[in-house]
């Protein structure tokens, strides 16, 4: 059989001009941090410095929620048909934008292309577009007939999909009537400042959203700043373990989704082509810096040798290499600190026991580069079965009965998401209703969409993003439907049965 190669299709870096420094965006208005601190941010395939970009201080975090609290009265008193004209604006220019954001994403994120211009600008749009429609129809969410907006939300975003976590929280903060002190990622603040351009293109009133920028101590700042009275943070378990000791006794609201280790359950009815894919895509997309990735494959014994077969011959055909290439598949490891504990945990898994396999694979001589691995002859007392590891590294173990793989994919601290791959759908149903998962999907994964929720159990955090449910942490007295609190108290005695 010829061996036909892929030709280089990398996409121009000319849509998007980066300026070389930045400032921070209070009050409408792009200006120098308080004492003129300023950090790198690097492109973490090649290590090159894309621009210089303001550390906020204490001071700068005052000005921001004081500018924030200012804005707030004007904002709130909108009506909610006026504030979706804001937020149908501006999904329609980061529409008309989403290229230049797309190569901006993968330029400072290192994702691949087509995942930053195929998967995260459509949803971050759809966001926007989904809670625009929303917020004129608040008295009809189920949160009471006139449902209050809580006031400034300081809100804390990743750097695994930093464009996609902010609409995540700024969309329905907008739509309900509060104003944001948003602070993105240290390594990936560019998509975060465009969008300000965005917010000023849209001719949001000034103050509405404001963008700081630094490091975690700009974060706790923020965090502990008390004229904030909603935290909404996406992240690590242990800095979210943090911010709630910090809010713990005050008035404000939090919400935290955290880390994932989720068991990808595949069947031996289940379809191996159509479950291998879902596993590459649970594991692999986005170079596995995803909080939900399917990081624990547990396959049933009687077909562990096909299905191994089938996904070891399905990695070897991943591209790793130019995020801005269209043919890549796996792009670069975001930062050199991220890469350190992939590769530290990796060992550890060889060194305890497990064998571990990847495809041959030639990784570029300069940035952050980790080749799609996989190990077998995990157990559960692995430190890569237990911790997560956020990088292309997947666990496999084995199972014999549904039981088995329930008690299984249930022994985590975690508990964000799961998936199942089975031809019953009787089977799917009953597996959903065991896992402690906030989603589980069924002969799929990682599939997202506005108007569903997302957040998670256990030491995944608490609260809902998306859909109806991400109203909720925004609105003031807001008190959570009677069908839903019934639903959770059965769901959360048949759980604690179950522990007993």
């Not at 009953?430 to 506005?450: C, E, H, Q, Y």
Request: charged residues 25%; aromatic residues 8%; negative net charge.
């Amino acid at each position: 059989m010829p061996v036909f190669e892929y030709a280089p299709a990398p996409e121009s870096r000319a849509v998007v001009d980066i300026a070389p420094s930045y400032g921070l965006f209070i009050d409408g208005e792009f200006g120098e941090a308080g004492d003129g601190k300023v950090f790198k941010t690097l492109s973490p395939s090649s290590e090159e410095v894309l621009s210089e970009v303001a550390q906020a201080g204490a001071e700068d975090v005052d000005r921001a929620v004081k500018a924030a609290r200012k804005a707030f009265t004007s904002w709130s008193a909108l009506p909610g048909s006026e504030r979706a004209k804001y937020l149908f604006r501006i999904a329609r220019i980061i529409q008309e934008r989403s290229r230049e954001l797309a190569v901006l994403e993968s330029l400072d994120n290192g994702k691949p292309i087509r995942e930053s211009r195929d998967s995260d600008l459509p949803l971050v749009a759809a966001h926007f577009f989904y809670y625009a429609g929303w917020a004129d129809k608040l008295a009809y969410a189920g949160y009471g007939r006139d449902p209050k907006p809580l006031g400034v939300a300081g809100q804390i975003i990743p750097w695994n999909f930093p464009l996609l976590m902010l609409a995540w929280k700024i969309a329905p903060a907008l739509a309900t009537g509060n104003t944001v002190v948003l602070k993105p990622a240290e390594t990936t603040p560019l998509s975060a400042l465009f969008f300000a351009d965005i917010c000023r293109q849209a001719g949001l009133p000034k103050g509405v959203v404001n963008i700081i920028t630094g490091d975690g101590s700009t974060g706790a700042e923020l965090v502990a700043h008390p004229g904030i009275d909603k935290v909404a943070f996406t992240g690590s378990t242990e800095v979210g373990k943090a911010i709630a000791r910090t809010v713990a006794g005050t008035r404000k609201r939090v919400t935290l989704e955290l880390g994932g280790k989720a068991a990808n359950i595949v069947f031996d009815d289940a379809p191996i082509d159509q479950a291998v894919e879902g596993i590459v895509g649970g594991i692999f997309f986005n170079q596995g810096h995803v909080c939900c990735a399917g990081s624990r494959l547990l396959v049933q014994e009687s077909v562990q040798d096909e299905l191994l077969d089938a996904l070891k011959h399905r990695m070897g055909t991943l591209r790793l290499g130019d995020p801005l290439d269209k043919n890549t598949d796996i792009g670069a490891i975001n930062s050199a600190e991220q890469l350190a504990r992939i590769r530290a945990l990796a060992d550890a898994g060889e060194a305890e026991g497990a064998e571990r396999w990847a495809p041959a694979c030639e990784l570029p001589s300069s940035g952050y580069w980790f080749a799609p691995t996989l190990f077998t002859g995990v157990t559960q007392a692995h430190r890569i079965a237990r911790e997560e590891i956020f990088g292309p590294v997947l666990s496999v173990l084995t199972f014999r009965t549904p039981e088995e793989a329930v008690a299984k994919a249930n022994n985590t601290p975690y508990g964000l998401s799961a998936g199942i791959w089975t031809e019953k759908g009787s089977r799917i149903l009953w597996m959903a209703n065991k896992l402690r998962a906030g989603i589980v999907w069924s002969n799929t994964f990682n599939k997202f969409d506005p108007a569903s929720p997302f957040g998670g159990y256990k030491e995944s955090g608490y609260g809902r993003e998306g859909g109806r449910h991400g109203l909720e942490a925004y609105l003031a007295g807001a008190a959570e439907p009677t069908s839903e609190r019934s639903e959770r108290s059965e769901r959360s005695e048949r759980e604690g049965e179950r522990d007993r």
